[in-house]
């Protein structure tokens, strides 16, 4: 069904590599079973890049990225590569495959297994049944911006400085995309910026306000300050549906959502481009929202469900393979309710397993999902 689809594997550095290879067996296992097959090639980026290559991504694997029809993403980094200049550090790599693919739409869902509701740092009924959806504006703001860098002046002090900067058009596609999935969902939305004290924060919100009389119906929206807005997640967490934010305050705002969850070892993310008006494709990648986490990297004790998990929104976003992504989620599920943790998302009484055994027990959810 899927043949001749592309697929780039970039695992990257700490624990990508650990959790990619445990998530290649699902890929392997579905091709097997339900003919989801995809043309897998694998590439090298961030540190590991900069070992082979000295640089955290090649053109070559630039222009395969581009050319793949989607691509999963492990992580990137390490307290090796701290001392490297800006240019050459392994996140360099990631925000290049960002930017060069204008994926500017980052999906950043955090949602609370039931198992799970209660390894969250906040009260259970806080947090169980929780799905809520973070919309990052992801290739424009303080990320990309110029000016920016580090000036000499006068006196001999330096000056370290940054833009954050937004047109109405990159507010205007992000908004639309921010619609869609509202209306896919429970048709609210949070617009977030912090038009209180940032000239791009209050042409977001004029912008967001247009987009929303013009195009916006079936949808309510309200805007909040930013600042507010972390204060809220930790209150009321289940206030939200969809937010949509800017560059910054999408990470941190998605870092803290993520945390809501009990872990980030369980989150995923998609990050999507335009949609081709002539070929129907847009650019993708998908990711663990977690880091490197090199601390606990070649100890086989990482948790792969977020980038199983992340591989299950790429059969949704780039193929429209919701059955096979609802197989998957099942078998995490029902693996997560049988009680089997790996070490960051362990509770009392539930069995502790390492990476591959956590694998091992999803592919035999599936085996027995799918009566094989
Ligand atoms: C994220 C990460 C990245 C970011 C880093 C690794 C560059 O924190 O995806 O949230 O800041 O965007
Ligand atoms: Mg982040």
Redesign the pocket.
Known sequence: MAANKKLLVLPGDGIGPEVMREVLRVVDWMAKHRAVGFDLQEGLVGGAAFDAHGTPLTDETMADAAAADAVLFG???GPQYDSLPFEQK??RG??QL?KEMDLFA?LRPAIVFDAMADSSSLKRDLVAGLDILIL?E?TGGI?FAQPRGIDEMADGSRKGYDTNLYTTPEIERVGRVAFDLARKRQGRLTSVEKANVMMSGVLWRETMTALHAAEGDGVEMSHMYADNCAMQLVRNPKQFDVIVTD?LF??IL??CAAMLTGSLGMLP?ASLGAIDETTGKRHALY?P?H?SAPDIAGQGLANPLAELLSYTMLLRYSFDMNEDADLIEQAVQNVLNSGIRTADIMQDGMARVSSTVMMDSVLKELNKLAGV
């Open positions: 992580a990137v980094g392994p996140e990631l925000l960002r980052n990052r992801l990320y560059n999408g990470d998605s870092d993310s990711e929202v880091g």
